[in-house]
């Protein structure tokens, strides 16, 4: 008991003494718990939202996509089924507003509201003869309102109305749930995440079919006494799957949807935000044990003196490792609480379910599961920085700890015999780097993690440029714009400022430890001659010596990374690359050029003195 | 050597205060010193008294807050640090109580550090650093890391490294302090070689028995000089003898 007690008074008393550290310590963990506890607080934040949908539409358990009226009288009398609406005709179509052009599904309907799935109009009316409604992610990726004029295969409608659904995956996911619902719709050059949906009267959509595009689908709508049957029943009528459909003649004569599955599709928009969220809450935790490394490093030689004091009066290795590691695994439970809070509060700003869902989300749920989660990966990155530190210092001789014997600098013999041939700066740089080669390669992990990051962003951002622009798609290019990548851009946004200021926050960190590591050896080259500016290159030298590699594996692991999460991901352009590193070389070179400047601002007596005291 | 072109190093009425109102402490009040060529200096007194900060002043470690300072026909004290900095890698040579020694370096590339510093080759750097080791005693020590030589043989190699660029004036921070009587008795050894051979220098030291091998004693008390003493037998006598150190 006297033990524990003794362990958390010094634990509490280090803290308050070194406070400063102890926040800048629990704000990067912290920094990686937030986006964790983010990505895991969006689970299933759009299934209330879909519900509340589904209800105010009367929305279908099972939509049938079949190849002609006829069909719909087994399905509709088949067992289970309550209540359907259609068989619609559904015309495939073009539509330009403004200059820009999508694939349009143009559903035929009655003015008179439908038994299921009658959308709901959120802006103006339903349809009527030459009036269209559109559905509501649609109409936001045209930028048309109600009242606009639009062209559907050369015949001119007015806007009388925007929906939503629950019977359609929104705009541009239309076609995720197969690629046979869209088949006859993929016209004209449009991708399948060009296509949107619209309602129009029966007689309009029917006239807009041609004898290039006829109409051959009508959309059933079904709902089941139980609405968990229905992957059942679409299990039960679907026809075997069959090969590859290569062209509309090869179309099935049934497809069926699911609610399930449409639910699934209207989720994606929340799910590609999780899907950045996790790899960024892990990158960030990378970063985060760097940034612990750095700081229990820079405090190891105080904490010697501690550890040879405590083992004096007769502490045991067990209780110095245990002080050790109190006060960082009380640091990382702070870190996780703070984490924690900060998601959960930032969550709701995320989960906006997108235009094509009615209703507010549910608060994010964070389960003790989760909660747990978040606070083993705030306990595993103070461990990982911090348990071999704290088994050196138990093991540490207490005569040599009293002594504040630190770690010697190490003697790299090769980068000694190198420098000996280059300019001052160069010279004193790269000595720097062998004496402390392990601090080194922490610059280098560091900028690898926010290489990686950055590379990723740029490659994101390429990419939705070309896709943009090859598929005549995005404002600029005169095109949809699209909610999902819009999404993306904000999540990557995000991320991309946590990533750079705890990564600026780690190069200030590392800078700092070897700039004071760095004062001895500084102050006896000043005395031997090397002038203030020598000195201080020297330092910005064997930071950016320290950070180019990291910044170049980077560059490489930022490419594979985005390769293996986005299969039709390109490669950013050379100059795009070039650019970011080079402009993370100047950071790293700036950030260090400051501590730099004061350090040999510092007289050479006093330096010398301090150091031999 | 009371010639004035004989004087090397000429202080007048330096001082370095640190603190400010209550708290201003003076650590050099006043001195004014000179220092002839190819003399050899003692500066003494109790610890604290200021005669390291002296030392700094007269090195261009650290700046004077009043006065002036020369060195040879050239005004110190108002060098800019480029100039400074030059001055202390060309003309003047330190060696300190601490060594100060690089722990990652070998006593050799040690040596060879200021040679590389004033844009030497490699090479020259080299072999000038191996001669400087011979002439101090540790050429058999020149591969060794500091961290396994004696205290003694790594002050010899701390002279050694001072040496390096052939400065004017040798200034030396309780050069035995941190050494037992047989490795001072070595380091006084080399410095009477040095002083034999015209090199200037002014050794601070609080014991008197190495103040009596030089050719003239100073002596401070809060930060001001106060007293001076020729002495006779110095460096050019029987140097151990003098200084009470028994020889081997």
């Known amino acids: 008991m006297g033990r524990a007690f003794l362990v958390c008074r010094l634990a509490a008393r280090d803290v308050r003494h070194h406070l400063a550290e102890a926040v800048l310590l629990v704000v990067a963990i912290a920094a990686a718990t937030a986006t964790l506890t983010m990505a895991l607080a969006l689970d299933g934040v759009t299934s209330q939202p879909y519900q509340q949908t589904r209800n105010a539409t009367r929305g279908p358990d099972l939509v049938v996509y079949i190849t002609s009226p006829s069909q719909a009288a087994a399905l509709i009398h088949a067992r289970g089924v309550v209540a359907s609406s259609g068989p619609f005709p559904v015309a495939s179509a073009t539509i330009e507003a403004d200059g820009r052009t999508g694939g349009l599904f143009a559903e035929g309907r009655s003015e008179a509201p439908a038994a299921v799935d009658q959308p709901d109009v959120t802006a103006g009316s339903w349809v009527r003869p030459g009036g269209v409604v559109l559905e509501r992610t649609f109409a936001q990726a045209l930028d048309v309102g109600v009242g606009a004029g639009v062209t559907i295969s050369g015949r001119r409608f007015t806007v009388v109305g925007i929906a939503v659904t629950a019977a359609q995956a929104p705009y541009p996911n239309l076609c995720y749930l197969t690629t046979n619902t869209c088949g006859n719709l993929q016209t004209d050059g449009f991708g399948s995440e060009q296509l949107g949906v619209a309602w129009t009267t029966e007689a309009d959509a029917r006239a807009l079919a041609s004898a290039t595009v006829p109409l051959d689908d009508f959309a059933l709508n079904l709902k089941l006494q139980d609405p968990a049957d229905a992957p059942a029943f679409a299990a039960e009528h679907t026809p075997a799957p069959g090969p590859i459909i290569s062209s509309p003649a090869d179309q099935p004569e049934l497809v069926i949807s699911t609610w399930e599955g449409i639910a699934a599709a209207d989720a994606l928009l929340v799910q590609d935000a999780q899907s950045v969220l996790i790899p960024g809450s892990l990158l960030l935790a990378l970063l985060a044990v760097a940034s612990v490394a750095v700081l229990v490093g820079r405090r190891l030689s105080e904490y010697a003196r501690r550890v040879g004091l405590l083992k004096a009066v007769g502490g045991t290795p067990a209780l110095v490792a245990a002080t050790f590691l109190v006060e960082n695994v009380a640091l990382a439970v702070s870190a996780a609480v703070v984490g924690l809070a900060a998601g959960r509060l930032i969550a709701p700003l995320l989960t906006d379910p997108g235009a094509a869902l009615i209703g507010a989300p549910a608060a994010p749920s964070l389960s003790a599961l989760k909660a747990a989660e978040v606070l083993g990966v705030a306990l595993v990155v103070a461990l990982a920085a911090t348990l071999v530190p704290a088994i050196r210092a138990a093991r540490a001789s207490t005569v040599r700890s009293l002594a504040e014997i630190g770690r010697q600098p190490r003697r790299g013999a090769v980068l000694i015999r190198l420098s000996r041939r280059l300019p001052v700066p160069m010279l004193f740089g790269l000595r720097l780097v062998a004496r402390r080669p392990r601090r080194a390669l922490l610059s280098t992990a560091n900028m690898a993690v926010t290489v990686t990051g950055l590379v990723v962003v740029v490659a994101f951002h390429t990419s939705v440029a070309k896709r943009l622009s090859t598929a005549g798609l995005g404002p600029t290019a005169g095109g949809l714009s699209d909610p999902v990548i819009n999404r993306d851009l904000q999540m990557l946004g995000v991320l991309t400022v946590m990533l750079v200021t705890l990564a600026l926050l780690n190069a200030v960190f590392t800078t700092w430890a070897m700039v004071a590591d760095a004062q001895r050896a500084s102050a006896v080259l000043r005395a031997l001659g090397a002038r203030a500016r020598q000195v201080s290159l020297g330092l910005v030298v064997a930071q950016v010596v320290a950070a180019l590699p990291g910044t170049l594996a980077g560059v490489g692991l930022g490419i594979l990374a985005f390769r293996a999460a986005v299969s039709d991901g390109g490669t950013p352009s050379v100059l795009w690359l070039v650019l970011t590193v080079l402009g993370s070389l100047a950071a790293v070179a700036a950030l260090t050029a400051v501590p730099a400047r004061l350090g040999a601002r510092r007289s050479i007596a006093d330096a010398l003195a301090s150091e031999a005291a | ?248």
């Open chain 2, 1 to 248: 050597m009371n010639q004035p072109s004989e004087i090397l190093v000429r202080a007048r009425g330096l001082r370095r205060d640190y603190g400010r109102g209550e708290s201003l402490v003076r650590a050099v009040d006043d001195v004014d010193l000179e220092v002839a060529a190819g003399e050899a200096l003692a500066v003494m007194g109790p610890s604290g008294c200021g005669k390291s900060t002296l030392l700094h002043l007269l090195g261009g470690l650290d700046r004077p807050g009043a006065g002036e300072l020369w060195l040879g026909d050239q005004r110190v004290d108002k060098l800019s640090e480029r100039a400074l900095a030059e001055l202390r890698c060309h003309r003047i040579g330190f060696v300190f109580q601490a060594f100060h020694l690089m722990d990652e370096l070998t006593a050799q590339e040690n040596v060879e550090l200021p040679a590389l510093l004033a844009g030497r080759s490699p090479r020259r750097a080299r072999r000038r650093a191996e001669e400087l080791l011979d002439q101090a005693g540790v050429a058999d020590r020149a591969r060794h890391l500091p961290g396994r030589l004696s205290g003694g043989q790594r002050q010899r190699v701390a002279i050694a490294r001072a040496l390096a660029n052939d400065p004017q004036i040798l200034l030396a921070d309780e050069p035995t302090g941190n050494l037992d009587s047989a490795a001072a008795l070595d380091v006084l050894r080399l410095f009477e070689a040095l002083h034999q051979g015209g090199l200037t220098l002014v050794i601070v030291t609080h014991d008197d028995r190495i103040a009596g091998t030089a050719d003239r004693l100073v002596s401070m008390r809060d930060g001001a000089l106060v007293g001076e003493r020729r002495l006779t037998g110095g460096a050019r006598g029987s140097l151990a003898q003098f200084a009470g150190l028994r020889g081997e």
